[in-house]
């Protein structure tokens, strides 16, 4: 049995931990890791690190987050990535999920999920 999910991945590509990535992808074929789960919950996950990053009068109620929240990305996850590489990998993130929306992309689960990595780590 393996505790390693979509959400260790996810907070490893976020807090830029290479490690926590490895561990996962080591493991990619033994978790339950969906490339269209993983795009949605990096879009979201993003766009709270712009919100929080890139606006300096930023609170937990204007960034739609409880204060539990709100402290952790600001204290745990920002300035990990510059504004402008942030800004990258949303719109990265954004076109990904649109192609997926629309049928544009055909790739396997196990391919989209290395692309996204492969693309996040080289932009950062």
């Known amino acids: 049995l393996n ?28 978790i339950d890791v969906e490339g269209t789960g993983l ?12 919100n929080v990053q890139l606006n300096s009068k930023s609170t937990a109620e204007n960034s739609h987050m409880s204060d539990k929240q709100f402290k952790y990305y600001k204290y745990n996850l ?3 990535y510059s504004n402008a590489k942030l800004v990258n990998i949303y719109d990265f ?22 692309y996204v990595v492969e693309n996040i780590l080289k932009n950062s």
Do not use: E, H, P, W
């Not at 505790?3 to 033994?30: E, H, M, P, T, Y």
């Not at 795009?39 to 996950?45: E, G, Q, R, S």
């Open 78 to 80: 920002c300035n990990r």
């Open 3 to 30: 505790d390693l999910g979509i959400f260790n991945l996810s907070n490893a590509i976020i807090r830029k931990d290479i490690v926590g990535i490895k561990k996962v992808l080591d493991n990619i074929d033994f």
């Open 39 to 50: 795009v949605t919950i990096l879009l979201k996950n993003f766009l709270n690190v712009i």
């Open 93 to 114: 993130l954004s076109s990904i999920d649109y192609r997926l929306k629309s049928g544009l992309l055909d790739m396997s689960n196990q391919q989209l999920v290395y």
